[in-house]
Structures are given as C-alpha cells and as structure tokens.
C-alpha cells in the first residue's frame, strides 16, 4: 500500500487516520497544512497545486520509507491535494504512529519538512488584487 498520495479531491482525515491504528499504537501525531487568507503580507483568495505525479509520488514514497527508518514508527501516511482549492480547505496532511510520542511527533516533523522541500509539488496563488504567482510551497 502506498503512504504517499496525491489527491485532487478533498480526503477525509478521519478515515486516513484510522487506517494507522492498531492494538501497537501508543501515539498518533499528525499535521494538517489549510490555505490561508495570507501569504508574504499579501492577501489570497485561493490557490492551485500542481505536481509532477509520477516523480511527486516517488520522492513522497521515498520520504515515508525513509522516516519509518529514521524512527522507531509503527506507520506514517501523508496525503497533499493538487487542484483548485479555496481558502480554509486542507491542503496537506501527516500522520504518524509509534509507540511512544517522542518517535511520533518527531516524524510527523520530519515528513512535511522533507515533502516541502524535495516533492515536485507548485503552487499558483491567487491574490485579492488580482495578480498570481507560482511559488514553490516548501
């Protein structure tokens, strides 16, 4: 099963999450990244994230095998949308679970970190002025 997904639909946390736990859990740590109405002191109305799915999924993969690795987890899932989405909806999220919360938490960190810097993923925001940029969201 993969632990990297790309969605251009919006995606239920509560089902992502339970997929991750099991009798072994003593932690859960998870990260939800939303669109804001804000960005660099600018005002935004929305945004589009587009990906290069094929090599987006492999280096999320990569980031997931890696951090089950680094960390004693039990399992680690992450999801970010691509598309249109408007301001409030989730744009990202992390789940991690292991035994104890230390392992937990600092995996969680480590996954939206490394998935902002390393997955072809851009985004084009949209501004109350009415210009647009692309950015990088890392």
Not at 1 to 10: H, K, V, Y
Not at 67 to 95: K, Q
Request: glycine share 8%; aromatic share 10%; with cysteine.
């Amino acid at each position: 099963m993969a632990r990297f997904a790309l969605s251009d639909t919006p995606f239920d946390v509560a089902s992502l999450r339970a997929e991750l736990l099991d009798a072994r859990v003593g932690a859960y740590a998870s990260f939800e990244g939303w669109v804001r109405d804000h960005n660099d002191g600018r005002a935004v109305d929305g945004l589009r994230y587009e990906a290069y799915a094929a090599l987006a999924e492999r280096e999320g993969e990569a980031i997931l095998t890696e951090a089950m690795a680094r960390f004693p987890l039990l399992d680690a899932r992450c999801v970010h949308r691509t598309g249109d989405l408007a301001l409030g909806e989730l744009a990202v999220w992390v789940g991690a679970t292991a035994a104890h919360r230390d392992a937990a938490f600092a995996a969680c960190r480590f996954i939206i970190d490394e998935v902002k810097a390393r997955v072809p993923i851009w985004k084009h925001e949209r501004y109350r002025d009415g210009a647009a940029d692309w950015l990088h969201p890392g």
